[in-house]
């Protein structure tokens, strides 16, 4: 579930399982392990799970508004690895707005306008998109 990229404020696509082993490898049933939110922002569905028969714990992760990486940690007391830092990539959301960056002053029919006119997306969280390649009319 680690090494995501998602869109900011937005749950990633896959949940995050972690599995508790013992020495040999065995999943152990009835650990407690918690979840935080370390960096970015964002939440997560559990903050506590009990690993299940097959050690397994689990937990949703909605990403934070900040672009860029983001981190969230599980602990587990006496366990080795504990904590544990598990990452992920926040990207921009959606265009949702577009904003002008530049627009002409003044122009002649039939000549180019200058200085020429451009505009840049945002999403609803105020993220520009760099991959906003749609024609504006």
């Known amino acids: 579930g680690g090494n995501q990229t998602g869109a900011v404020n937005a749950a990633l ?16 049933e ?6 935080a939110v370390a960096t970015g922002g964002g939440s997560i ?18 990403l934070g508004g900040a672009l860029g990486a983001q981190g969230i940690t599980a602990s587990a007391a006496g366990l ?5 830092a598990i990452a992920a990539t926040a990207t921009a959301a959606a265009p949702a707005v577009l904003e002008i960056q530049a627009q002409p002053t003044s122009g ?24 906003f390649a749609d024609s504006v009319v």
């Open 108 to 131: 002649i029919a039939g000549a180019a306008l200058a200085p020429a006119f451009s505009v840049i997306a945002r999403d609803a969280f105020g993220n520009v998109v760099p991959t």
């Open 13 to 28: 696509g896959d949940t995050i399982i972690l599995r508790t082993l013992a020495s040999d490898d065995v999943p152990v």
């Open 80 to 84: 080795t690895g504990s904590p544990l």
């Open 30 to 35: 009835g650990v407690v392990v918690s979840f």
């Open 45 to 62: 569905s559990v903050t506590t799970d009990t690993s299940d028969a097959d050690g397994n714990v689990k937990t949703v992760w909605t």
